[in-house]
């Protein structure tokens, strides 16, 4: 591995894409080692760090809203990024600039030490890892109160749990998700996101799935971890209008409250209790006031999640099968009394077997396009067509339309698109990032 001369933004993000080529996980004392030849960055920071399956993005960006409405300066390191790497960092609601990502990267490019890596030995970061160095280097900068971090696979071994101390953790709905790595049940699952848990920080947990329940209370015995669950019991959906979803709360400090969430995805109301239940746990009702609750709730927005990218076009994140059945339970419900039709693509290391079978069970959608996405993770058009034709409904090309690529499967929809019909785009998001990037140029139709 030889040193470049690396100089602009582009060559940055160009060599971190390659990272994983060159370069396997590290030891979480690698991790922590490297992160104190940092200067402990992160020793300065009130950190909240959050694990999960399922709704880590979104209770990481209600959390945020809620603090900056009370007054908060807020660091936000999430991951994935949709089109443009510098969305993993923002700094009081903003992208860090092109010159400070790069001034960071070049930080911890310069401090590697290039004759052992040239001798096939020495420390460098994944891929993963780098852009966490990145995050602390870049908050460190800035004038901040709180630090959100959101784990990138499993908890346990993830790079960002190598901080030394937090201020609380949380863990949302725990699911069947990168198996080959975490374990193969809801149990072993939550345990590897149970490390994130440290001895006298409180946690904040989705009480949805017993055997996840079951882990985090023993292991919270063992660290002598408060526990706070949030269960369906919590929160109570009111009504559903101008595509927004009115619930209301029960908090431990200002009893009810009633919110509004500007989306037709049912499943952040999960995410928002998790959320308000943190910031509750965080605060103690010190600072922050319920009206701040209410606005920041009100205000978030958190891309690819149920967001409609043009009239009635809807595209969710779903990527896996329990994001695949929060999204069914919210399309049946979303009160549409038009047709439907669902574009879909996955990548090829998910059990896409099973989400397809929810699909094409539920019954919800009168026509089914499958396309090829960029990625070379993308899963094979004919096996995505051939499952979806087991079900019977989608067997013949009128009901299961297939495409090469996903600007040309779009394109199609909009064009043969009737009056009352809204299309639905989920499976991936890596198709997320694909037609985000697709609209900034021109779609014909659109």
């Not at 880590?56 to 300066?73: D, F, T």
């Not at 047709?339 to 077997?353: A, E, I, N, P, W």
């Amino acid at each position: 591995m030889e040193k470049q001369n690396i100089k602009t933004f582009g060559e940055a993000a160009a060599y971190l894409y390659a990272v994983p080529r060159f370069t396997t996980k590290n030891t979480m004392e690698d991790t922590e080692a490297y992160l104190h030849k940092l200067g402990d960055p992160d020793k300065k920071m009130h950190i909240i760090h959050v694990a999960g399956t399922n709704g880590k993005g979104s209770v990481c960006a209600y959390m945020r809203y809620i603090l900056e409405a009370a007054g908060y300066g807020v660091a936000l390191f999430t991951s994935p990024h949709l089109v443009d790497v510098r969305e993993r960092f923002l700094v009081k609601g903003q992208m860090v600039s092109e010159e400070e990502f790069l001034k960071a990267f070049l930080q911890i490019y310069h401090s590697l030490d290039w004759d052992a890596l040239a001798r096939g030995q020495g420390y460098h970061p994944t891929f993963f890892e780098y852009l966490f160095f990145m995050a602390m280097i870049l908050f460190d900068r800035e004038d901040i109160d709180y630090c959100i971090l959101e784990t990138g696979l499993g908890g346990r071994l993830d790079a960002t749990n190598s901080v030394w101390k937090k201020e609380l953790s949380v863990i949302t709905r725990v699911g069947l998700d990168h198996t080959e790595y975490l374990g193969s049940s809801i149990g072993e699952i939550a345990s590897e996101k149970a490390g994130i848990m440290k001895e006298g920080v409180p946690l904040v947990f989705s009480d949805v799935e017993p055997a996840a329940t079951r882990v985090f209370i023993e292991k919270g015995a063992n660290l002598g971890v408060t526990l706070y669950p949030v269960s369906r019991n919590d929160y109570v959906f009111l009504n559903f209008r101008n595509k927004s979803i009115d619930f209301s709360f029960h908090t431990e400090y200002y009893g009810y409250i009633r919110l509004t969430l500007h989306t037709i995805a049912r499943y952040q109301m999960e995410n928002a209790a998790l959320a308000i239940r943190a910031v509750e746990v965080l605060d103690k009702a010190k600072t922050i006031e319920a009206r701040d609750i209410v606005q920041g709730v009100s205000a978030c927005f958190w891309q690819g999640r149920m967001e409609e990218l043009l009239p009635e076009i809807f595209v969710d994140g779903a990527h896996n099968e329990d994001g695949i059945r929060a999204f069914l339970e919210t399309v049946e419900e979303d009160g549409w009394r038009g047709g439907r039709t669902l574009l879909f693509s996955v990548v090829k290391d998910k059990d896409y077997r099973r989400m397809i079978e929810r699909i094409t069970s539920s019954g919800l959608f009168d026509k089914i396009a499958i396309a090829h996405m960029h990625t070379g993770r993308a899963a094979d058009l004919e096996s995505m067509r051939q499952m979806f034709a087991r079900g019977g409904r989608y067997a013949d090309s009128p009901q299961c339309m297939v495409y090469e690529n996903v600007r040309g499967a779009l394109e199609a929809l909009i064009k043969y698109r009737s009056d009352k019909e809204r299309i639905y785009i989920a499976g991936s998001l890596y198709l997320v990032g694909e037609l985000k990037e697709a609209l900034t140029d021109s779609i014909e139709g659109v």
